[in-house]
């Protein structure tokens, strides 16, 4: 289902002025998620359900201000049929770049939409080390998996990672170390407390700039892939 839409944001694609289109729905539970409303049943089934025809009608308003779309949720790839669709509108009826924001667990469906040319480019987030994507209801081995098609097919992707110190730190960094090789572009993210995430009482800590930047000092140590901070 697709339930909302920004009509422009700056930050959201590299280089390009974006539309963002918002999926529910989500088979994560990240404590340090923002987006509740988009994540929980409850609080999907409140929020209006927009249709494609909708999304084209403001894209196509906008094209010529916007150069590019970005796909995010929850979790797009859980919508596949839909999101298949909206993505082949998308592709012949604007000339718009498309971006996929992702968390690598539907690699099957990844693949079908990159060898079918409907994406552009795609951010994908690593959460923590792969020991721990239990502790977020998840599963590395499909992630692994992901990563190893973005990394064969060739496309413009970047991996993210949301700084949170409950689930990243040097140690957890050190054991993803092995799944980065090949990586172009690596954000590390700043998490920002906001008013609601998934599970606001538990203790996720923050980080400061200075220990971001000794994060980034140990990935650039141990990384070829250039190496962001954002949110800072």
């Known amino acids: 289902m697709i339930k909302g839409f920004r009509g422009t944001s700056l930050v ?3 280089d390009r002025l974006a539309a963002v289109v918002f999926f529910a729905g989500c088979n994560f539970r990240c404590p340090f998620c923002y987006n509740v409303d988009l ?4 609080r999907i089934k409140s929020l ?5 025809e909708e999304i084209l009608t403001q894209l196509r308003k906008r094209e010529g201000f916007i150069q590019g779309v970005v796909i995010t949720g929850g979790e797009p790839t859980l919508s596949k049929n839909l999101l298949r669709s909206l993505l082949e509108r998308i592709r012949t009826e604007t000339d718009l770049a498309i971006k996929l924001d992702t968390n690598g667990s539907r690699p ?6 990159i060898e079918e040319g409907l994406l552009d480019y795609v951010a994908l987030d690593l959460k923590t080390s792969p020991a721990r994507y239990a502790e977020l209801k998840g599963d590395f081995e499909p992630v692994k998996e992901s990563l190893t098609i973005l990394k064969e097919k060739g496309l413009p992707f970047e991996i993210r990672i949301t700084a949170v110190p409950y689930l990243v730190t040097e140690r957890d960094l050190e054991e993803m170390l092995p799944f980065l090789d090949g990586v172009p572009l690596i954000a590390l993210q700043r998490f920002i407390a ?3 995430i998934l599970e606001p009482d538990r203790d996720l800590g923050l980080y400061g700039p200075e220990k971001l930047e000794e994060l980034r000092s140990f990935l650039r140590k141990h990384v070829s892939a250039k190496v962001e901070l954002r949110n800072v």
Request: proline share 14%; net charge negative.
């Open 48 to 52: 209006e359900t927009l249709a494609p």
């Open 108 to 113: 099957e469906v990844l693949k079908n939409l």
């Open 39 to 42: 994540v929980l049943p409850e």
């Open 12 to 14: 959201d694609f590299p």
């Open 194 to 196: 906001e008013a609601e």
